[in-house]
């Protein structure tokens, strides 16, 4: 099996670099870190600056948003490994160029014909984005235990509620909402989802600052935003038209979403991204007289966590020839999200082990490294096992949809 790129993939990439090279200019970097929103975060829906405007325009006019999206939804037609090409060289560049997010697979998997041809579009161009409304106080990593209500009335749903950690709800235009419409229903069988906007009577978001935000974390930390959100529903009107797909099928639809969403060059390199820069700086850098590149201890766990991190690209790569191919994408996202975080993880405080005491200089501190990066991403590391889904909860969809084990019975009172 080859694992390598053909010859015109590599040419691609080589165009790609050079267009990055010649227009994401010092103005677009300005108002980029102007607009931090941790590793991966600029999109036109969090940098509004002319200058990241103009750069989207012109990626746009080289045919490289919504790359394999279907023509008639306003994207290009062409294969996932060609838009990971792409995603990889702009996400390296802390360009997200996946404009259509997470909501655009769920979107095309089970809206209604009238929904794809009005959200995808405009997905894709960054005119509209998706804010995800899922997680709930007192729910944990337990989604299905979600109590936000949305009930029948005439032609409309009314919901009440409250959401939490929904980052991006203070810019994105509009929620995807997984809210409780059967109440009688088994937890994971009384769910729907609901594409609404964000601005319509009712709706209150409220920021929620992390740790990263004083001081704020450097462009390219992994989990760095400053700010997440409390989402509150008041008799929320929407109409019947906001569902996306069957009444109480919602946990089916976010579930696939999410394991659609794990695919790609973002999720990739949210884990590997710490590997690549530590080896830069250890290979560029000494201080105080000593160069970690000397440590042989240090060799050795650098290239340990080096092969960790090819894993994670096979990983990716399976599952991206997989949906290609129409086969069928059961566990192996799921798969995909414990290796990953949990390696970014060990990765991190390998990273931290090896740096000492500079590796708790936050950024603004005289002799942080990296303006203070690593710190930063320790912070950050241990959201990844949570985010999209806990590790634990992954485990449990391996062993149930990759292995076939039955569930584990309740322990008797």
Known sequence: MDFGFTPEQEALRREVRAFIAQHVTAEVVAEMEGHNEGLLGVTPGTSRGPAVKELFRKISERGWLGISYPREYGGQGRDRITQYIVEEEFARANVNISTAGSSAPMILA??????KRHYIPRLIRGEFSFAQGFTEPRGGADLASLQCRAVHDGEDYVING???FTSGAH????????????PGAPKHKG????LMRLDIPGITVRPLWTMQNDPRAPTRTTYGQSRTNEVFFDDVRVPKTALLGEENKGWYIGSTGLNLDRVGAARYLISVLRDEEIINWIKENRFDGYSPADDPAIRDKIAELWIEAQ??????????SIVEHGGRFAYEGAAEKVWAPEHGARSTETIAQMLGPYAQLLNGSPRAIEKGIFAHNVMGA????????????????????????????????
């Open 110 to 115: 089970a809206g209604s014909e009238e929904q």
């Open 162 to 164: 409250q959401k939490m």
């Open 171 to 182: 810019y994105c235009t509009h929620l995807y909402l997984m809210a409780r419409t059967d």
């Open 191 to 194: 769910i729907s989802v609901f």
């Open 311 to 320: 894993v994670c690209r096979l990983m990716t790569m399976r599952s991206m």
């Open 382 to 413: 241990f959201q990844s096992q949570i985010n999209h889904g806990s590790v634990q909860v992954m485990r449990d969809q391996i062993a149930r949809r990759g292995l076939d084990m039955p569930r584990a019975r309740k322990a008797s009172r």
